[in-house]
């Protein structure tokens, strides 16, 4: 999960043989160096656990960081097209094509969750997985509501827009 939310397109399996090659590198570069055996063994763990788990952490931040930037405009184009009139599959698109990664790809994500078969909030939900950001969650949650209860879906997210915007002020 965590491998996904950094954005990296790596697979578990192949980010277990890039931490082992690692921890082998550094290994073969401590004992050349000639470091105590205690020291190879500590460089052998740390290259194999600490630096890739360090390394995904700080992809997965910048992600986030990076797509709580962009969002409140992905809001705004959703606000401005559902008060256009159109339909909220089609302010999804537009997203999807116009905004910045990772907003991007986030949103071609809950395009491609509806053309399998899942509703908007099932596929908005998936969005606040990938994203565990707060943001993201009162987004699937405004979204949800919406669906379930109806109401007026533009006022709501200029609302949701105008919190995220002054959150980022704060910040």
């Known amino acids: 999960r965590q491998l996904r939310q950094a954005g990296l397109p790596l697979s578990v399996d192949n980010f277990y043989m890039l931490s082992a090659g690692l921890a082998g590198l550094l290994g073969v570069f401590a004992l050349v160096t000639g470091q105590q055996l205690l020291v190879v063994g500590a460089t052998v763990l740390i290259g194999g656990v600490g630096l890739p788990k360090l390394l995904v952490s700080r992809a997965r931040k910048k992600r986030f960081k990076a797509f709580a930037e962009e969002f409140p405009n992905a809001v705004d184009v959703l606000v401005r097209g559902v008060k256009a009139g159109l339909p909220i599959n089609d302010c999804f698109r537009i997203i999807a094509n116009e905004a910045q990664e990772p907003v991007r790809g986030e949103f071609q994500k809950i395009i491609e969750g509806q053309q399998v078969g899942l509703t908007i909030s099932q596929s908005v939900q998936r969005l606040h997985e990938a994203v565990p950001l707060n943001e993201t969650n009162f987004f699937a949650i ?30």
Not at 148 to 155: H, P, R, T, V, Y
Not at 160 to 165: A, D, E, G, I, T
């Open 142 to 171: 405004v979204i949800t509501i919406q669906q379930q209860a109806g109401g007026n879906l533009s006022e709501d997210h200029g609302n949701l827009s105008n919190v995220l915007r002054d959150r980022k002020k704060m910040n």
